[in-house]
């Protein structure tokens, strides 16, 4: 192992600043000691973005990262990833032809809908939603953007996480019976059509893998252990976990609840093990950080030491992100339609 990060730390002295490596949260530590730049998914392609004197741009994450830094980064300067396998299950919930479909059922009964699309999101997804008008958002903002659409007199049409987008709605004191599911696999997605009059919002049925895994009983018990601990979630989270537990907050929120919380206290967090694990390694001088349960994400895991060692030394094609400028051009629409929120 001592190899291994010797000689990738030997390539990064060679290309000096025309190299840039992106670690995101959830990497293992053994990746994120050779990242440049540490950071969620949209934080890590708008740094992307900045450094334009980097001419090559690695990745560690899962693809519809790289394929924003792609999006948001100059001609150029080309994104690579390690293991270009490394995709999201949620992302992949949502195709731009089911999304089409949808978008078609909600415009043929009045047109009062704007799509708003998580960053977790694949190009084509995001792109459907330039096109229309949209904007993306992410798990932080994700209420400003809709307060935005709210503005406009339009309703939200949320997708791919139906989670944040329940739970993001219940923090605006919008109720529960105003937030319809919409599931692809049903003839217009399951809802009625009286039901769009009263809805205002309607999040599309998709989910993250790793913050499903919270449930109820884990929360339970960690309250019969640690009776005095906050617990915080991330909003992929199921909401009947979110609102058993103290907070719920973004990976960078997360990560500021644990940085400001008192001396000697106890913080249960529910999110991916590495940034779990992480945050009690560097706390734990501080405060006692422990996980609500061991849920780990697969697709990140896919990066690793050695496919990092082989890409900075071969640079293969096959390793390279691309996102049509066809496609580019929409998607950059409803990024830059946040950015500028």
């Known amino acids: 192992m001592k190899e291994i990060v010797q000689e990738i730390n030997d390539i990064r002295r060679q290309w000096g600043k025309k190299l840039l490596i992106l670690g995101h949260h959830y990497q293992r530590p053994s990746v994120l000691c050779h990242a440049d730049e540490l950071g969620d998914s949209l934080e890590l392609s708008r740094k992307a973005a900045s450094h334009s004197e980097a001419e090559r741009i690695v990745f560690c994450g899962v693809k519809f990262m790289a394929e924003s830094a792609d999006i948001l980064t100059n001609r150029n300067q080309t994104v690579y990833m390690p293991d270009i396998s490394a995709g999201c299950p949620m992302a992949n919930m949502a ?3 089911e999304m089409t479909e949808s978008w078609k059922m909600l415009e043929s009964h009045g047109g009062e809908w704007l799509p708003v699309v998580y960053v977790n999101s694949s190009a084509e997804i995001k792109a459907c939603c330039g096109k229309w008008g949209g904007s993306t958002c992410t798990s932080s ?3 400003k953007v809709f307060k935005w659409v709210f503005a406009q007199g339009k309703k939200v049409f949320f997708l791919p996480d139906e989670h944040l987008g329940i739970n993001t709605a219940y923090d605006m004191g919008i109720p529960d019976n105003e937030v319809l599911l919409y599931d692809p696999g049903k003839q217009n997605g399951g809802i009625r059509t009286e ?9 599309w049925k998709g989910f993250c893998l790793v913050h499903v895994a919270f449930k109820p009983e884990h929360v339970i018990e960690a309250r019969k252990k640690f009776p005095d601990a906050k617990i915080i979630v991330h909003p992929e989270t199921p909401r009947e976990v979110v609102r058993m537990c ?3 907050g973004s990976t960078s929120q997360i990560i500021k609840y644990v940085e400001a919380a008192a001396a ?6 529910g999110t991916e093990l590495n940034l779990v694990d ?5 706390q734990k001088c501080r405060v006692t950080v422990k996980a609500l349960s061991s849920s780990v994400c697969a697709n990140m895991a896919k990066t690793n030491a050695n496919n990092l060692l082989a890409l900075l030394k071969e640079w293969p094609a096959r390793n390279e992100v691309h996102v049509p400028e066809s496609v580019a051009v929409d998607a950059r629409k409803s990024l830059t339609t946040m950015l500028n929120l």
Do not use: F, M, Q, Y
Not at 195 to 201: G, M, N, Q
């Open 264 to 269: 000697g206290s106890t913080i249960i967090v």
């Open 246 to 248: 103290d907070a719920h």
């Open 195 to 203: 039901e769009l009059a009263r809805a205002k919002v309607i999040v």
């Open 141 to 143: 903002n994700a209420s």
């Open 278 to 282: 992480r945050l009690a390694a560097e």
């Open 95 to 97: 195709d731009a032809d």
